[in-house]
């Protein structure tokens, strides 16, 4: 039986009704869900295998040729989706949506709005006295927002008594939030107060002091613009308003006498503050958290065992808000008896210290450790956390797209951008007991070639270094700490519940062969792992390519 062709307004070809119930995008309102008994085009420029579109909700294919709307009475508003004035407005005056074709429009006052906007009017009127104390009228005028502070060219609502302008989205702004760039609660209030230079805390661009915005009573100079907390997905979606706030805050250790504490990390036993900086520790005396070399840090240290913890490391929070996810974070140590390791979300490196969890995402405490409000030795500029895997930049200090985790730190004022890893790059290493310290350079501009002392490659000189002021060497980075310098030494780990091996430190005098690819293990820790023969592996990418790929290609033929 042949199906009969409408044809309608809303499309330049044919369209066919359809009983299909299927999620799709309409083409007309561009809302992406259920459609059900709508129409569909089937000419192949609009409906293939590469392009599956050209769907319409019934509705929406139905949409009239012409309309009264009571956003604009003075003009009936003509539906334009086959021809469109060359200079006609194509951003939807109430919505703000942009549209090349299917728009209701008046020729006479260049009024245009979108489908959705038709079908769903905003109210002529709002009354909100959270936002102002008398009714709000919708108008059409180019306005700067006296809640957000932000330029508008769309539909603002406005009291005509006091000339307040407000988006329509910033009238039902939540009073009281939590969002994951600061770790107080911060307050909506009508103005900003009469300090200088703000910064928005979320996006960190000016804020106007005379306009409205998230405040923190604890920290006079955070700020946020009002619509910021939405836009960019930082907040918890929970209105505090009303609710109190938790009082009690959880400390990460009891002080049990003078320099004495016993920390939730290691109940057991008694830590002992030493701050005078004379114990001599070589690179292997490791903090158990953040799994660096402690040399002649401030350290609490166990005189029973050897558990060691930086001071900074044995007063880290155990609840942290982080930018990686609109939730809060917990401090979590490994098992005493039961070392494991795990992959941080931030910068991809296998770890075996502490981290900061929330569902199933862990966070080493060494990539919580950057502000977004701070300028660092290797650039002048604050940096802040960005990810974007369609538009990643490259990385400055291994100059990978994206670099090596895709979670980058980048500068608002110029191009640079650094992954997480290398932003946890240690600044001084010892690579031999008896030799000066390594420095880390942040690239040079070359002079004649360099050549890594470890592998006896070259190295590229714009990308970050390991060199010595004394003996003028420059060594690869991956070379000097390679993939398991943040496993502790000589432990035994479990690695994603089937792998286990113990780390080893390599004395680079009888270097072994990596059991994957067949090269001596040059970095300064290798894997032993018995299974059930005892094998050697020297990076994260061999372990996977050796154990885990295998394994997991093995339980999914199960």
Not at 23 to 51: L, M, W
Request: glycine share 6%; hydrophobic share 25%.
């Amino acid at each position: 039986m042949e199906v009969s062709t409408l044809e309608l307004p809303i499309h330049k070809h044919p369209l066919y009704p359809s009983t299909r119930f299927l999620h799709a995008r309409c083409e007309g309102c561009r809302v992406r869900g259920h459609i059900y008994g709508g129409y569909r085009c089937n000419d192949s420029g609009c409906y293939n295998n590469a392009n599956p579109g050209g769907w319409f909700h019934k509705e929406c294919g139905e949409s009239p040729s012409e309309i009264n709307h009571p956003s604009h009475p003075e003009h009936p508003l003509t539906f334009n989706a086959k021809t469109f004035p060359e200079n006609a407005e194509k951003t939807c005056i109430l919505c703000g949506e942009e549209s090349e074709h299917v728009l209701y429009h008046s020729s006479k006052c260049n009024f245009s709005i979108c489908i959705d906007s038709k079908r769903n009017p905003p109210p002529l009127t709002v009354e909100h006295t959270k936002t102002h104390r008398h009714n709000l009228l919708a108008r059409r005028v180019s306005f700067t927002c006296n809640v957000c502070g932000m330029q508008g060219d769309r539909s603002p609502y406005s009291c005509i008594q006091c000339s307040f302008l407000v988006h329509r989205d910033c009238i039902d702004l939540p009073r009281v939030i939590n969002i994951n760039h600061h770790d107080h609660r911060i307050s909506l209030t009508d103005h900003n107060g009469h300090r200088g230079n703000l910064k928005c805390g979320v996006c960190h661009q000016s804020v106007n002091q005379y306009c409205g915005g998230y405040t923190c009573s604890t920290c006079p100079d955070f700020v946020v613009h009002s619509s910021c907390p939405t836009k960019h997905r930082v907040w918890d979606g929970v209105e505090l308003q009303g609710i109190p706030e938790e009082e009690e805050v959880i400390h990460p250790f009891k002080v049990v006498g003078d320099n004495l504490i016993k920390h939730f990390s290691h109940e057991n036993h008694i830590l002992r503050l030493e701050s005078d900086g004379t114990s001599t520790r070589d690179e292997k005396t490791r903090c158990e958290a953040c799994v660096s070399p402690v040399y002649s840090d401030p350290i609490y240290s166990c005189e029973q065992c050897d558990f060691i913890l930086h001071e900074t490391c044995a007063n880290l929070p155990m609840k942290k808000r982080l930018p990686f996810r609109n939730i809060q974070f917990k401090l979590y140590a490994p098992e005493m008896d039961s070392y494991e390791a795990f992959e941080c979300y931030a910068c991809k490196s296998m770890f075996s210290g502490f981290r900061y969890k929330a569902y199933r995402i862990s966070i080493d405490v060494r990539c919580r450790m950057f502000s977004e409000l701070e300028s660092y030795d290797f650039h002048d500029h604050p940096a802040v956390y960005y990810n974007d895997k369609k538009a990643s930049p490259r990385c400055r200090a291994c100059h990978q797209r994206g670099g090596m985790s895709q979670h980058m730190l980048s500068c608002d004022d110029c191009d640079f951008a650094l992954d997480f890893r290398c932003f946890n790059l240690p600044r001084v290493v010892k690579h031999k007991d008896d030799e000066p310290p390594l420095s880390l350079c942040y690239g040079e501009d070359p002079n004649g070639k360099y050549w890594c002392d470890i592998c006896e490659g070259e190295t590229n000189p714009k990308d970050w270094f390991y060199t010595c002021s004394h003996s003028g060497v420059t060594l690869h980075v991956h070379c000097v700490l390679g993939d398991s310098s943040f496993l502790m030494p000589r432990r035994m780990i479990k690695y994603r519940r089937y792998c286990k091996f113990e780390v080893v430190p390599n004395n680079h005098c009888s270097r072994p062969f990596c059991a994957c690819c067949q090269s001596r293990c040059i970095g300064p820790f290798f894997l032993k792992i018995s299974n059930p023969e005892i094998i050697y592996i020297c990076s994260e990418g061999c372990l996977k390519e050796k154990i885990i790929i295998p394994f997991i290609e093995v339980r999914s033929t199960i």
